[in-house]
């Protein structure tokens, strides 16, 4: 649904170039929640920008829908017609809402459909059943100031969805807001993905909103993606650093010389079988159970545990072996904490 090729963005201010893309290849399916996630500074800002144009990329391409938006005319100041319909099927919402404060809140909702020039009766219609969309059908009449950060950010939505949008972007959506208000904002955004078909592209500093509500995550990094990929696919991966960062076990603190540790990670209905019991029985071994975690991740359950296992690693083939058939990721460590 959205797709970016060697997507780069070179700012020049006062003789200065900063590179703030650096050949982005991004791949978002359609129906799907997508969150990109990096420190301050790694683009992501300027790669949501570039996506529906509000940002002209230096170099490289954006595909929306089918639609190459680089190849359509018009500056970041002036869309030119084709562009400026893409860009209705592009809904945005701001990480500060971005609403004018002297209109009240369904006057906010109708101006995308004013700019379109629909009429009242049709503008007042939809606008009404966005606001129940986003329950807030009873603040029609309210003004900005006398929401809430989490009810404004409904708002927002909502007059994002005023296009009929098949993709919506979202920008920091709940960096303003407290943990509660985020979580209420994310189901929102997650029922909307399901009851709409609608593809979310998200950024965010913060895993907890990758791992509540995405599908599939990027890890940017000066400029470029470093990792890509499903979360239940980066889950599996033992390398993964999105996939630590979302699920972390805490230090690992070396184990016993002579003494294997591994990291086993399960998905789904796999955690029903009690394979640690099962490997004791089945080898006649003691296992030291250090660390475990189950949480639910892109709304699906995932575990992972850390085990030490009596003798070194040539001891345990066979064991781990048999946790591998079971379908189990098993991820060895090395004294170092870095799984081999
Ligand atoms: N209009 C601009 N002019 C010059 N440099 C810019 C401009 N916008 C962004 N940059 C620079 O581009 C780089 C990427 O910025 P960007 O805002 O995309 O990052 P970000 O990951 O969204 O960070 P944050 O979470 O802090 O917004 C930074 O070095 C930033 O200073």
Redesign the pocket.
Known sequence: MITTQGLTKV?R?RGRE?T?LDGVDLHVREGEVYGVV??????????IRCVNMLERPTAGTVTVDGVDLTALPGGENRAGRELREARRRIGMVFQHFNLLSSRTVQQNVELPLEIIGLDRTARRRKAAELLDLVGLADKARSYPAQLSGGQKQRVGIARALAGDPKVLLSD?ATSALDPETTRSILALLRDLNRQLGLTVLL?T?EMDVIKSVCDSAAL?RG?RIVESGALTDLLADGDSRIARDLFPLGEFASGHSGRTVVEITFQGDTPAQPFVSQLARTYQIDINILGAAVETIGGRMVGRMRVELPGGHRDNVVPIGFLREQGLQVDLLTPEGVAA
């Open positions: 700012y201010s900063v703030a990096g420190t301050s500074g790694a683009g992501k800002s300027t790669l920091e950024i500093h940017m400029g």
